[in-house]
């Protein structure tokens, strides 16, 4: 099974809304892996029907036993992160605030602080009308995407494409260079950038491309917007030549984006006479690649 | 020489993981004495973030001269292996252990990191 990667290293350039219309366009022999875990919309679009359903695990939250705390403060200056209040005269862990660093369970003089492990989320394989499945995950408030967290959407996804036969992995990963972008990119047969024709796009292109040459993972690029500063699409051309990147298509700023996704649409089923021949073309040119 | 490969499993049938940081076992091959040993990496499932350096940490123990892995380290990890005398090969990933021993002996892998 083949594992493409869509990644753009700036947010809002339109990777959400091109993954959702591959899957659209390719229907059936595919996984889709949601691993923007945190601003995941992937949902939205493709509207899931959850048939399992897993809790997650991560991260340690500290917690204060009230029996044997004395309210000596210790914990409270000890804490980098303001996490422990005072309220009504006993010292409590805000969750929201606590890093689970453990700084506070080790001075306590008490033993009144213990580290538990914290439920943050779900997993969830779930049907799309696609006949495509998708494996996403649904985080409490206030809990982080990681590196952890994507490598579990991943491994499940995977597990679940090999049982079902499926010939490919497509992966909606998350913005940025951090973790969670390095344990999408690990393992990935291949990699779809997606950008547009901005000078935060065209900076954020290059960060996440430095990240992936790191991996030697093979890459196509679609520019998005890409009428919207001729000049800066026209840079990231150039960029895309000069790095051996696959140019695999402009697309011009199109309202057919925002109305899709507030309307639970992909491109496609907005305008399919538009968009089909589109992401067919861009597709196979991928296709020879991989 | 002792060489080290990210795999999927214990022996020589298993695959090479192409994950680095996140491989589920690391081999040991130590030519001089002929012996395969594996290390069960699976609890870096249970690490958030930094498995790469975890990993490199655990691969600089075993003291190898080789390395051979799929995508191969990424930054953080690299800049450790940097620090040791190891040579890097990639994109090996999905041979099993003995096909990736065998074209390292034959000089068919790529010298990465």
């Known amino acids: ?290 | 020489m002792r060489i080290i490969f990210t795999a999927t499993g214990p022996d020589w049938d298993a695959l090479i993981d192409p994950r680095f940081g996140r491989t589920d076992y690391i081999l040991l091959y130590d030519e001089e004495k002929d012996e395969l040993s594996s290390i069960d990496n699976r609890e870096i499932m249970e690490v958030a973030h930094g498995a790469g350096p975890k990993t490199a940490q655990k691969i600089h123990e075993l003291n190898p001269d080789v390395l051979i892995t799929g995508n191969g380290p990424g930054g953080n990890a690299a800049s450790i292996l940097g620090q040791m005398k190891i040579k890097i090969y990639i994109k090996a990933g999905g041979k099993s252990i003995r096909d990736a021993y065998n074209s390292f002996k034959n000089n068919e892998l790529i010298l990465g990191g």
């Open chain 1, 1 to 290: 099974m083949k594992e493409i990667v869509i990644i753009s290293g700036k947010g809002g350039t339109g990777k959400s809304s091109i993954c959702a219309a591959l899957a659209d366009l390719l229907q059936e022999d595919l996984v889709v892996a949601d691993c923007d875990v945190d601003a995941a919309d992937l949902h939205l679009i493709l509207s899931p029907q959850a048939s399992s359903s897993e809790d997650f695990y991560s991260g340690l939250i500290a917690s204060i036993d009230p029996d044997k705390c004395i309210n000596c403060g210790i914990c409270k200056t000890a804490c980098r992160f303001d996490a422990i209040e005072l309220i009504n005269d006993q010292h409590i862990v805000s969750g929201l605030d606590c890093e689970g660093c453990g700084y506070c369970y080790h001075v306590c003089p008490q033993e009144a602080i213990s580290l538990e492990e914290q439920k943050v989320g779900q997993f969830m394989i779930s049907e799309t009308r696609f006949g495509c499945d998708l494996v996403h995950a649904h985080l409490g408030i206030g809990a982080d995407n990681s590196g952890k967290l994507v490598a579990k959407v991943k491994s499940i996804a995977k597990d679940h494409g090999k049982k079902l036969n499926k010939n490919l992995l497509l992966v909606d990963g998350s913005p940025g260079i951090g973790c969670p972008v390095i344990s999408s990119l690990s393992g990935a047969d291949y990699v779809i950038y997606v950008t547009e024709a901005s000078l935060s796009g065209l900076s954020d292109l290059q960060r996440v491309h430095e990240l992936v040459a790191k991996f030697q993972v093979p890459g196509a690029c679609i520019v998005n917007k890409a009428d919207i500063n001729p000049t800066v699409a026209d840079k990231i051309h150039r960029f895309l030549t000069r790095e051996k990147i696959l140019h695999v298509g402009d697309i011009p700023y199109s309202e057919d984006f925002p109305k899709a996704i507030s309307m639970g649409r992909t491109l496609i089923e907005e305008n399919s006479e538009w968009w089909t021949p589109v992401f067919t073309k861009i597709w196979q040119a991928i296709k020879e690649k991989i």
